[in-house]
C-alpha cells in the first residue's frame, strides 16, 4: 500500500517561514512528477508547485521567489520551503506523486495545515 506522509505545517506569523515535507513509501515506482497543491473553501484545490523527475519546477504565480520546491529521488520525497508567509498563505496543503509512463497512478497525501496569522 502506497503512502504519502507529510510532516512540517502548523501555525506561524505573517513574514516566517515553514518547511514541508512528504515521503512517498510503500510499493511505489519512482514519481515522474512531484508536487504540493492547496485546498481553500471557494477555490477548491490547486497548484502551489511541482517538480519533475528531471528537475523541473513549477510554482504558482502567488508563491514565486517565496517558495522552493526540491525533491530526493532516493527517498521519493519532496520539500516546500514557504518563505515570507502571507496570511492568504492560510490551507490545507497536500503533497501529490504522479506515475506518467509506464506505472501510472496519482497518489495524495492527507493534507497539513498551514496557517498564518497577521
Known amino acids: 500500500q502506497v503512502q504519502l506522509v507529510e510532516s512540517g505545517g502548523g501555525l506561524v506569523q505573517a513574514g516566517g517561514s515553514l518547511r514541508l515535507s512528504c515521503v512517498a513509501s510503500?510499493?511505489?515506482?519512482?514519481?515522474?512528477?512531484m508536487g504540493w497543491f492547496r485546498h481553500t473553501t471557494g477555490k477548491g484545490r490547486e497548484l502551489v508547485a511541482l517538480?519533475?523527475?528531471?528537475?523541473?519546477?513549477r510554482a504558482a504565480d502567488l508563491v514565486k521567489g517565496r517558495f522552493t520546491i526540491s525533491a530526493d529521488s532516493r527517498k521519493n520525497s519532496v520539500d516546500l520551503q514557504m518563505n515570507s508567509l502571507k496570511p492568504e498563505n492560510t490551507a490545507v496543503y497536500y503533497c501529490?506523486?504522479?506515475?506518467?509512463?509506464?506505472?501510472?497512478?496519482?497518489?495524495w497525501g492527507q493534507g497539513t495545515q498551514v496557517t498564518v496569522s497577521s
Open positions: 501529490n506523486a504522479k506515475g506518467l509512463e509506464i506505472n501510472l497512478y496519482d497518489y
Open positions: 517538480i519533475t523527475d528531471g528537475g523541473t519546477t
Open positions: 510503500g510499493n511505489i515506482a519512482r514519481p515522474n512528477v
